[in-house]
């Protein structure tokens, strides 16, 4: 159970481009998703919170226009990095939480997407 | 807000000996702890938490312990096997902002 599947694994597209990330919780639904980034070697720095039906929050220093983020669904979050350029090439990975239990209930990452901005 | 400190950064057991990563936390509000695995080019997979009404949490060759008081958690893993060889995180929640802030995560390295 507590399956997230995250959609491209890897993109590789030209400096300008505009890329969407899909982030889907499979087997049960996610009221709050969030969005990591990771640069090599380094931990994991969260840029923002997607909540069901309402604006994301995002993280201090984090553009909310150049990183949109929409979750129009209780299974779906996308992430669209717009005009990308190559400081914007990372990995970046999303997680989702179960709606029902603790108010801490885990967080369940899907498998990351590698973008290269060329 | 919450730090979360992780010790140490690298570590290298040969099989079978155990490994035992360490993480401290500031603020005392926060009351979930879990810990993540990642391998290459993967995300990261919980492996156990432990929330803080507990001391202790085991899982077959996996353990967890918190000391509220010093603010301290470690994991535990007993018999280590080669495919334990990941990057291992963990990471504290207060609940009220339901964010996870994770340490800096440790390379473990099992060899044969």
């Known amino acids: 159970g507590a399956v997230v599947s995250q959609h491209p694994s890897r993109v590789i597209c030209k400096s300008g481009t505009s890329v969407k990330i899909e982030c889907r919780s499979l087997?049960?639904?996610?009221?709050?998703m969030f969005w990591y980034r990771q640069f090599p070697k380094q931990s994991l720095m969260l840029m923002a919170t997607?909540?069901?039906?309402?604006?994301?929050?995002?993280e201090q220093g984090v553009e909310k226009d150049k990183f949109l983020i929409n979750h129009a669904s209780l299974t779906l979050s996308t992430l669209t990095v717009t005009s990308a350029h190559p400081e914007d090439s990372s990995f970046y990975i999303c997680?989702?939480?179960?709606?029902?239990?603790?108010?801490?209930?885990?967080?369940?990452f899907g498998d990351g997407t590698r973008l290269s901005i060329l | 807000g919450e730090n979360v400190e992780q010790h140490p950064s690298t570590l290298s057991v040969q099989e079978g000996d155990s490994a035992v990563i360490k993480c401290t936390y500031s603020?005392?509000?926060?009351?979930?702890f879990p810990w993540y695995k990642q391998e290459l080019g993967k995300g990261p997979q919980l492996i156990i938490d432990?929330?803080?009404?507990?001391g202790e949490k085991k899982d077959q060759r996996i353990a967890v312990t918190l000391n509220k008081t010093a603010k301290h958690f470690s994991l535990h893993i007993t018999e280590t096997q080669p495919e334990d060889s990941a990057v291992y995180f963990c990471?504290?929640?207060?609940?009220?902002?339901?964010?996870?802030?994770f340490g800096t995560g440790t390379r473990l390295q099992v060899t044969l």
């Open positions: 997680s989702a939480r179960d709606r029902e239990g603790y108010s801490n209930q885990p967080q369940h």
């Open positions: 087997d049960f639904q996610a009221t709050t």
């Open positions: 997607s909540n069901e039906g309402s604006k994301a929050t995002y």
């Open positions: 603020d005392s509000a926060s009351n979930y």
């Open positions: 432990i929330r803080s009404n507990v």
């Open positions: 990471a504290a929640d207060t609940g009220t902002a339901s964010k996870l802030t």
